[in-house]
């Protein structure tokens, strides 16, 4: 049986957003826009199944880009398992940060159903073959989930 991918679009936004540049090691700076595996991650907080893949096809920028800087005060150690105290004022450390103000973004996407011969687990394959194994119910499922706000896990920027 052939299978076509369905195309979904998300509108997304935030008051503050950071898409961490892995070079900064100390400080937090952001990408300029959301990165594709955020975007997938938006996504699967959505919907996700092992039976399905996300792949982002297109990210457009809505508001212009702006950034903030911002500095916050941070633990530079962790507490013992023991119980043994600690003394914040002795640890603290002031870090700084460059995040993006009044993001949105409009995400496209499309939903890969991955048929159960292509999965990891080839003892289920006929199992599932035989069920209501087909991509419009995990397409109806977004959808819906989508329209209503559901979210496995709530998504953040």
């Known amino acids: ?22 070079e900064m090691k100390v400080e937090r700076v ?15 907080a ?16 809505l508001n212009p880009i702006k950034w903030i800087s911002v500095r916050r005060n941070e633990v530079g150690s962790t507490m013992s398992s023991r119980g043994k105290e600690i003394f914040i004022e002795d640890k603290r450390q002031q870090k700084a940060g460059l995040f993006l ?7 496209y996407a499309e939903l890969e159903f991955i048929r159960p011969a292509k999965r990891n687990n080839p003892e289920q394959q006929l199992q599932l073959e035989q069920m209501d194994e087909n991509p419009g119910k995990y397409n109806a499922i977004f959808e819906r989930r989508a329209t209503k706000g559901q979210c496995f896990n709530q998504p953040y920027l």
């Open 101 to 107: 103000r009044d993001v949105r973004y409009r995400l």
């Open 30 to 44: 952001s990408y300029d826009v959301i990165t594709p595996s955020a975007a997938r991650g938006l996504f699967e």
């Open 1 to 22: 049986m052939e299978y076509t991918n369905n195309e979904f679009c998300l509108e997304v936004w935030g008051d503050y957003a950071c898409f961490t540049r892995p």
């Open 46 to 61: 959505i919907f996700w199944k092992p039976a399905i893949h996300w792949n982002i096809t297109k990210i457009e920028i």
